[in-house]
């Protein structure tokens, strides 16, 4: 049986986890306006492909492809009532590609609806979180990330849902821009100091950043969470870079070894578990493996 992942991280061992999932599925042929959470039934041996590439390249613990896989979220793409079946099988795909020896993380993301403008109540976010992190751990699960969180309310509402209707670890990350003043907000104004403070009080097992910044800026905000705390395992997905626009694609610059150079500046300043998020690929987490078991 394996070890739950804050006992591990919390032993001293510094875990790996994957690269980005969107943009590969988009390098796999996704086409703008279709929704991805449908490939882990109507392509499910890409989806597979992808999951095992990661798992290849020396991750500990792969996520599922079930982002945007709330039946709030998938409403959009008239897929709400699927909402089940397409989040056990994004789980059940990563379970495979993991096996015994591995971790998958169910991948919760935002809803896209915001709390305070009313347009949902609190009750339609957790209703929503709870059916996917159910089925997410009916698909062989062992944690849910809820992640890119910018809303304290509803990341509340999504670690109540999974704390309360399942048995898994849960893990919180929130998405933080640097502002004018040099310091760090999600879009909704919440700094990591914020996340630390609330999120405790949900008995949150895991939390961290990720998106939004390149692997640099993630060193200031662990620094900033371990202000607060200095012992709540710390997980860390950034980018490959900030995102530059040309030619009508979204590029992110940060080659591996760019990235791999500073993932031990992120392990020093607090960080136990580092993967990557929108740009990451294989041989970004190859490198940052190699990096890592290097300085163990």
Request: charged share 25%; proline share 3%; with cysteine.
């Amino acid at each position: 049986m394996r070890k739950k992942i804050k006992e591990v991280v919390l032993d001293g061992k510094t875990l790996i986890s994957d690269g980005a999932w969107g943009t590969f599925l988009q390098a796999k042929g996704l086409q703008a306006g279709e929704c991805p959470e449908l490939w882990n039934v109507e392509h499910p041996d890409i989806v597979y492909e992808i999951a095992q590439s990661y798992i290849v390249a020396g991750s500990d613990m792969i996520e599922t492809n079930s982002f945007g896989g709330s039946s709030i979220k998938l409403d959009h793409y008239k897929l709400a009532e699927r909402a089940i079946e397409l989040n056990e099988a994004a789980a059940r795909i990563s379970r495979q590609a993991a096996g015994d020896d591995h971790y998958v993380l169910g991948s919760i993301g935002p809803t896209g609806k915001i709390l305070m403008m009313a347009e949902l109540t609190e009750g339609d976010f957790y209703r929503s979180f709870s059916e996917q992190a159910q089925a997410l751990e009916a698909g062989g699960a062992d944690a849910i990330v809820i992640e890119t969180m910018t809303d304290i309310e509803e990341a509340r509402q999504a670690i109540r849902a999974a704390k309360e209707n399942t048995d898994l670890e849960v893990i919180c990350t929130m998405t933080f821009e640097k502002t004018k003043n040099e310091d760090f907000r999600t879009m909704m104004g919440f700094t990591p100091r914020d996340m630390v403070m609330e999120l405790k009080r949900e008995g949150v097992d895991i939390m961290g950043a990720n998106c939004g910044n390149g692997i640099r800026d993630m060193i200031d905000i662990v620094r900033e969470i371990r202000k607060v705390d200095k012992k709540v395992p710390v997980l860390i997905h950034a980018n490959a870079g900030m995102p530059i626009y040309r030619d009508g694609h979204t590029l992110f610059p940060e080659t591996p070894d760019e990235m791999a150079s500073l993932v031990i500046p992120v392990m020093e300043a607090g960080a136990n578990i580092v993967g990557g998020c929108c740009g990451t690929t294989p041989e970004h987490i190859r490198r940052i493996k190699e990096i890592v078991n290097r300085n163990s």
